[in-house]
């Protein structure tokens, strides 16, 4: 089988990020029912499932009833397939792929199983449909060849430590003691490698972005009078701005309250670690309160960079 390329994906609970070669893809992780729409509303970026569901941004701005969950068990959450089929199947329609993906690590051999199962079946699935912006809609078969799930947190190592053909670049951190700091939207992903080997004390907190939306939403709430649903926060926090006021401050407060929870939470290992790999969609946002010597901080789509060096380190380029 000629297999086209290397396909990686990280199904967040705020975000689904995906990559192949240089076509990336990262929509919010929520679906929603389909409406009836004026044609110059449908921006280029936006996709559609099946006809039935908005995905991602499009069902934030137009679906009625919208579809978002925070269950860890990604692989039984009701939004999980047609996430990973929308994305999968927009970098690959139906060519043959390798995959790479992830688990939060402290869920990782308690799901590992489901996932790779949810994996086989949506590669086995029937024939379904996606469409992109105004585009026509393009009848999809996945066919995943083969696939790898790692712990969440080594892809942040992996982009940092290997080079684009899967190699160790960075031979001295290698032989360190590295901690991965992976702040997503409803986990913190604490992953301690030492010489490469994951140690033991690695371990996912339910402790993540969610807790400081939930105090903004507080804030503005005592502040505005009103404030938008946890998962529509996004572009409010991006621009600083809601209903006309300047929340700028009201964000860095609630970040700064999450960021003295993480800072307890590595504390708490009690090792010492040579580096700390600060990653995820809103690192930033603690990066600098956290007290760490030789912190790094890495941007949102680090992990699937790491993800995709470690398919390359497996399987090799096509």
């Known amino acids: 089988m000629i297999v086209d390329d290397l396909s990686v994906i990280d199904l967040g609970f705020s975000y689904t990020k995906a990559k192949k070669g240089n076509l990336v893809y990262i929509q919010p992780s929520i679906s929603g029912d389909s409406q009836p729409m004026f ?7 936006d996709f559609f ?19 978002f969950t925070l269950k860890d068990n990604k692989s039984e959450a009701m939004t999980s397939e047609v996430l990973l089929k929308t994305g999968l ?22 799901q590992l199983s489901d996932m790779e199962n949810m994996l086989e079946s949506i590669s086995q699935s029937e024939k379904y449909a996606i469409k992109k912006g105004k585009g026509q809609y393009t009848d999809i078969q996945l066919n995943i060849n083969k696939y790898k ?30 901690l991965v700091v992976d702040l997503g939207f409803y986990t913190l992903n604490l992953l301690g490698l030492d010489k490469l080997e994951i140690m033991k004390e690695s371990n996912s907190v339910f402790l993540g972005v969610e807790k400081a939306y939930k105090l903004l939403r507080k804030y503005l709430l005592d502040k505005v009078g009103t404030a938008p ?32 929870q993480v800072q307890n939470e590595i504390d708490g290992l009690n090792i010492k670690f040579d580096y700390y790999l600060i990653g995820g969609g809103a690192a930033f946002q603690i990066f600098d309160s956290l007290d760490l010597p030789n912190k790094i901080l ?5 992990q699937i960079r790491g993800y995709e060096k470690v398919g390359v380190r497996l399987w090799g380029r096509k």
């Open 89 to 110: 199947g927009y970098l690959n329609k139906s060519m043959p792929f390798n995959m790479v993906t992830g688990l939060p690590i402290s869920f990782y051999f308690k």
């Open 298 to 302: 890495f941007d949102q789509i680090s």
């Open 39 to 45: 044609e110059q509303n449908i921006k280029p970026n």
């Open 229 to 260: 649903a946890i998962y529509e926060l996004d572009p409010y926090v991006s621009s600083g701005f809601y209903e006309g006021y300047d929340i700028k401050p009201l964000i860095s407060k609630a970040f700064k309250s999450l960021a003295i």
């Open 149 to 178: 799930v790692v712990p969440q947190g080594y892809g942040i190592a992996m982009d940092y430590i290997l080079d684009e053909n899967g190699k160790i670049g960075r031979r001295e951190i290698a032989r360190k003691r590295v």
């Open 49 to 67: 499932y099946n006809d039935e569901l908005f995905i991602g941004n499009l069902a934030l701005r137009h679906s009625e009833i919208k579809y």
